[in-house]
C-alpha cells in the first residue's frame, strides 16, 4: 500500500517507505556492480562555507552514501575560499576516476558565481542534473541525470498510484531546479500530464489550482496552498521545506511546507507531508544518479 490514511480525508502519501523500498533497490545494484566489476560508487561533496541548513543537508547525504554502500567525499571549504579554489577542485574531481558523482551544496555564500561553478562539474558527473548539458537533455527526451526533486516527485506519484496521463497538474513555482523540471517531467511524453506553471506574475493561482487534479506546490512560503484553493479530490505534493518558529520544539523551530496540510487534507484525497514526503525522496534519487553514473563508467 503506498498510502496511509489520517483523520481528514486525504491519504498521506509515505515518502519515507517509498524512500526506503528504493534504497533497498540501489544497496543490491551497489552490490552487484562491486561483484561483477569491482566498483564502489563514489560521490564527492563540496561544502562551501558552514550554513546550519547546508551542514544538515550534506550530513545526511553522506549517511545515505554510507547506508546503500557508496563512498561518500566530503570536501569543506572556507566561505571566503577563491573562486578559482573551487572550480581547481571540481576540475580535479571531473578527472578523478573514483568519483561518479560530484555535488556542490547550494546555495553558494555571497560573492561566487553559482553558474559558473554549476557548469564547472563534468555533465557525466553531475548527478544533481544541474547542468546546461543536462537540463537540455531532460527536455529533449535524451538520456540524462534528471534532477532529483522533481524525479522524487514523479516517482511518488507513481507510487501513489496516481494516473496522471491526461490530467491537469497545476505547479506553482517556476525555479530551475523544482519546479520548471517538474513541470517539464509530467509533461513528457508517456507521462502526459497537462501543466500550468503558475509563478509570482500569475494574477490569480487560485483560478488555475480550482480545477487542478494534481497540484505541486514549490513556492517557498508556508501557506502558499490553502483547502479553499483545490478541487475536491485532488492531490496536493508539497515540496516546500520551511522553517517556523516553535517554543515547544527542542530546536525552537519546526518544519512546514508550502501547504496548509489541515484545510487541504479537508479537500484532497492524497497528500504529501512534511517532513516525510518529498524530502526523503531526494536524497534517494540522487543516490540513484550516483549509481547509474558509476554503471555508466565501466566500459
Ligand atoms: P525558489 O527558487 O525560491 O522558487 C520559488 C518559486 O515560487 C519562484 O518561481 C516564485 O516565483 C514562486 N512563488 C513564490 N511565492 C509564490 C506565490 N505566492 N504564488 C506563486 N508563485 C510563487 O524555491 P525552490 O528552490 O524552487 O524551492 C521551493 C521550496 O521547496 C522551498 O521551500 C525549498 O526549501 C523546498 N525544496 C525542497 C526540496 C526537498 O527535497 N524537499 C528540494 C528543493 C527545494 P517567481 O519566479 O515569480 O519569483
Known sequence: MSVTNN???????????????????IAAGVAALKAEHGIVPGLAVILVGDN??????????????????????????PADVPERAL??????????????????QLPLPKGFDEKRVIDAISPEKDVDGFTPVNV???????QCF????PHG????????GIDVRGRHAVVIGRSNIVGKPVAA????????????????????????TREA????????????????????????????????????????????GDADFASCADVASAITPVPGGVGPMTITMLMWNTLSAARRSVV
Open 7 to 25: 483523520n481528514s480525508s486525504a491519504r498521506v502519501i509515505d515518502g519515507k517507505e517509498l524512500a526506503r523500498r528504493t534504497r533497498l533497490e
Open 52 to 77: 546550519p541548513a547546508s551542514v544538515s543537508y550534506v550530513t545526511a547525504k553522506e549517511k545515505a552514501c554510507a547506508e546503500v554502500g557508496m563512498l561518500s567525499r566530503e570536501i569543506r571549504m
Open 146 to 149: 534528471l534532477p532529483c526533486t
Open 153 to 160: 516527485i514523479v516517482k511518488l506519484i507513481e507510487f501513489a
Open 213 to 256: 487534479d494534481v497540484v505541486v506546490v514549490a513556492a517557498g512560503r508556508p501557506g502558499t496552498l490553502t483547502g479553499d484553493m483545490l478541487k475536491p479530490g485532488a492531490v496536493v505534493i508539497d515540496v516546500g521545506v520551511n522553517r517556523v518558529p516553535d517554543a515547544t520544539s527542542p530546536r525552537g523551530y519546526r518544519l512546514v
Open 185 to 208: 517531467l509530467l509533461a513528457r511524453k508517456g507521462t502526459d500530464a497537462t501543466v500550468t506553471l503558475c509563478h509570482t506574475g500569475t494574477p490569480d493561482v487560485a483560478r488555475f
Open 136 to 142: 537540455g537533455r531532460m527536455i529533449i527526451g535524451e
Open 87 to 104: 572550480l581547481d577542485e571540481i576540475a580535479r574531481l571531473n578527472e578523478d576516476s573514483a568519483v561518479h558523482g560530484i555535488l556542490v
